[in-house]
Structure formats: C-alpha cells, structure tokens
C-alpha cells in the first residue's frame, strides 16, 4: 500500500540565528502533522538549501528570515529551485516580515505562502496539506 | 516512470532522489525501474556506521566524506533518523552535520526516516544502495539510527560495519554482550577525552582479543580506534582519516579472502525474501485494506470471535493453492 508522507525541508540562511520557532515549527509537523522534516541548521547557504531539498525529494522548502534579507532570500530561493528544474518544490516562508513586503513577495511569485509571526501550527499543516501536489 | 532506472544509470541525480521516494513510499511499479537497474550495481563498497543516540554517527559521517572527497572518491550517504511510532513525522537532523558537503557534485546525501521499520534502518536502505550503487558512488556510508543492542539490521546490508561508543555506557558486562557488539568490524570509541574513555578502550580491546582467540588465525584483526578533540579541526580530520584507512584495509581484505561475496549472500537472501514480500503478501494486503476488510477483522479477534490464526489459515486458503 502506498504510504505518501509529505516531506518538509525547514531552513534558516546567514547570519541569522534566531531559530527557536523554525524548531517549534520542525516540532509541530512532526507531532501534530505526521511529516517527515528535515531542519539544516544555522548558517547555511541558499545554494546548500536547494541541493538538499532536490537530493532528499522533498515538497515544501519552508525559510524563516528574521534579519530583513527576505525580499533578496525569496526571489534568490525560487530562481535556484527553478535551475535545478525544481519549481514543483512549493516555497513558504516567515519570521520578521512587514505586511507590505509579505503582499510584494506574494504577488510577485517570490513565495507561494507567507505566515505572520503567531501563526498557529495546524494553520500551517493545513496549507501544507491542502497544497501538495505530490510531484 | 518507465525510464527513470536508466536515468539513474546515466547519472541523473532527480530521478535518483525521485526513484527513492517511490521506493519509501511504497509507490506501485517501482521495482520496474529496479530491475533496470540491478544488473548495474555491487560495485561500490558500502560501509555501515551505527552506535548509540547522541554518539557522533553524523559528525563522524560528514568527516568520512571530507576524507573519501580527498582522496577523490565519489560518496552517496543514506543517513536514517526515527519515524514517530505514534504520528508517522520525523524529524530528520542528520543533514545538519553535512550541509558543507551539498555543492560537491560527487556527493549525494539522502536522508531516510525508519517508517517504523525495525532494526535500526529504513526498508528503504537496501534498495536506496543499490540506487547510490547505479548511480556510480564509489563509497556508500548508511548512517543507522541511534540503536541499542539488538537493532544490527546493518550487516545485510554493510561490507564494513562501524560501531560508534562512548564512554559512559555502563560496565563490562556490556561488552560482553551478544547483538551490537559482535558485528563490528572496527570499533571507533568517539569522545575519546572524556572520562571513562581508557577503561572503555581496554574492555573493548578485551573484547576483541577474545573472540580473536576463538576465531581462525587469518580472521579480521578487528582494530578499536580513539578519536577525539572535534574542537580541534585538524586532529579530528586525522583521527578520521586513519579510520578511513582502517576501512580501505579491511576491504582489501574482504576482497583477499573470497569474503565480499559472502558478505553479499547475505544481503541477496534478505532481499529476495523482501521482494517475495513484495510480490506475494504486499497485494493481499492491498487488497484487504481498500475493502476495509483489516478493521473488521480486528475488530473479529477483539471481540474473541475468532483468533489470529484461523484467520490467517482463512485468508491463505483463498489465495495461496
């Protein structure tokens, strides 16, 4: 019988160290969610993200941004995906995000989804679940 | 779907990946593109390392990569964290010790969860090997989950086995105990500076020597290595590379004495079992799941209607002549 689990790839990039809720998050998918998620810790590279999410086959790639490099990180993430022919791999974001830069990088493709600091865990399992395509 | 074996075979990494979640996932026809495939593999040496939660596998398997890199081998990993017996997640964190390695063209990491699969590794191991095999990885390192010491599904699956300790883990006694300990080929005791690591050391050599004297004179001298001081970059990377050596060694070895061969019988019965398995039980299971016929018998042999094994004798008569 098919088992399909959806796998999650959770990313904090550069310096930006605040993590506590992308490991709540990690935590939430896991326990609350039933998925598979693979956290790549502090300090890694956005070419290092998009490597791991095409090795490990993953659908969702989630980045928290807390140090304000979100309208140059999201554009950066989705064009990398799209190098590596992996646009089907869907991009949802948060951390520190005004509301108008969240409309901006939603409207402009950047992201498919952002959430707002607060955000509840079974909102975001939602999404993922109402969202995946499974390609 | 029909192409992605030779995909693999021509060294695309998506189809790779791809061919391995179809395989996790239980994905029906995937052994389509495995059979494509088979005739290409039992190339690459593959090597287990497995050891307690919190040992060091993962730091240990990233710097294995660094040192194998150097001596220009390609590396596929399969690195397997537990599955949640009660919700199905996982959290898979092995990754967060090789992200240096992600833009090196001639590694491929992949990481697994168990899916509740016992002994200490994913179902999807053996086949994964077997894909990181086609793929034209020369070293293959399979990462087990934390283990105890019964969980040494490994050696179905490892020409060289690594077993990982700490000091700390209890006394003698331990090492004297059947599972884990026996199917090392080389004992690495990690965080070699911390208290206990000496006595750990000499009742490990103990050990070894033991079975040594029970063994045949040309059998495998099972060295015990220390490492230390991940603080201190340039030692660990040499403490490593001598384990690496270690490890090349006793391939030669294995290559020597006629005993590779012996090695994959085991993993060949293994895997005819699961493909049987696959083949024969998988679609009467299938089948009972879609009528929902599972849940009714359950609840049968709770109300004591019926018990487990009539049941079964039931269900075989119908299919198996």
């Known amino acids: 019988m098919e088992k399909k689990t959806i796998k999650v790839l959770l990313a904090k990039v550069g310096l930006d160290h605040q993590n506590k809720e992308i490991r709540l998050l990690a935590r939430g998918l896991r326990d609350q969610g039933g998925m598979e998620v693979i956290y790549t810790g502090l300090y890694g590279t956005l070419e290092e993200i998009v490597q791991t999410a095409v090795q490990d086959k993953v659908h969702f790639v989630g980045l928290s941004v807390h140090n304000g490099s979100h309208r140059e990180l999201f554009p950066r993430l989705k064009e990398l995906l799209a190098a590596q022919k992996a646009s089907h791999i869907l991009v949802f974001g948060g951390g520190m995000i005004p509301e108008q830069h969240r409309q901006e990088l939603k409207a402009s493709g950047a992201v498919d989804e952002i959430f707002e600091p607060g955000t509840p865990v079974s909102k975001i399992i939602a999404w993922l679940n109402n969202n995946n395509l499974n390609l | ?321």
């Not at chain 2, 060289?160 to 090392?184: F, N, R, S, W």
């Not at chain 2, 206990?196 to 001298?221: F, P, Q, R």
């Not at chain 2, 590779?260 to 085991?266: D, I, P, Q, T």
């Not at chain 2, 016929?293 to 269900?315: G, S």
Request: net charge negative; hydrophobic share 40%.
């Open chain 2, 1 to 321: 779907m029909k192409e992605l074996g030779k995909k693999v075979l021509a060294g695309d990494i998506r189809a790779a990946s791809r061919l391995i979640r179809n395989l996790e996932d239980q994905i029906p026809n995937t052994h389509i593109a495995m059979q494509e495939i088979f005739n290409n593999t039992g190339n690459a040496h593959v090597i287990g390392i497995t050891g307690a939660p919190g040992a060091g596998k993962s730091t240990l398997t990233d710097e294995f990569i660094y040192a194998f890199r150097q001596k220009d081998k390609s590396v596929g990993v399969l690195a397997v964290d537990p599955t949640s017996p009660f919700t199905g997640g996982a959290l898979l964190g092995d990754r967060i010790r090789m992200l240096r390695h992600a833009e090196d063209k001639k590694v491929f990491v992949r990481s697994l969860a168990t899916r509740c699969s016992m002994g200490g590794l994913s179902k999807a191991v053996g086949e994964g090997i077997h894909v990181m095999d086609a793929l034209g990885k020369e070293k293959i390192i399979v990462e087990t989950c934390g283990v105890g010491q019964q969980e040494v599904e490994i050696i179905n699956h490892a020409h060289t086995v690594i077993v990982v300790l700490v000091p700390g883990m209890g006394d003698e006694i331990q090492a004297l105990k059947a599972g884990l300990m026996e199917v090392a080929d080389i004992f690495v005791i990690n965080k070699a500076d911390r208290d206990g690591a000496g006595k750990l050391y000499k009742e490990t050599l103990n050990m070894v020597h033991m079975s040594k004297g029970a063994a045949a004179d040309n059998s495998w001298n099972i060295p015990v290595l220390l490492v230390e001081s991940v603080l201190e970059p340039h030692k660990f990377a040499e403490s490593v590379d001598a384990i690496r050596e270690k490890v090349e060694e006793h391939y030669q070895y294995l290559v020597d004495n006629n005993l590779l061969v012996e090695r994959m019988r085991r993993k060949t019965a293994a895997e005819i079992n699961e493909a049987l398995w696959g083949a024969i039980l998988q679609p009467v299971l299938n089948n009972l799941e879609k009528d929902g016929e599972i849940e009714k018998m359950v609840e049968q042999v709770l109300k004591k209607e019926i018990d487990p094994y009539t049941l079964a004798d039931q269900i075989a008569s119908k299919y198996v002549k």
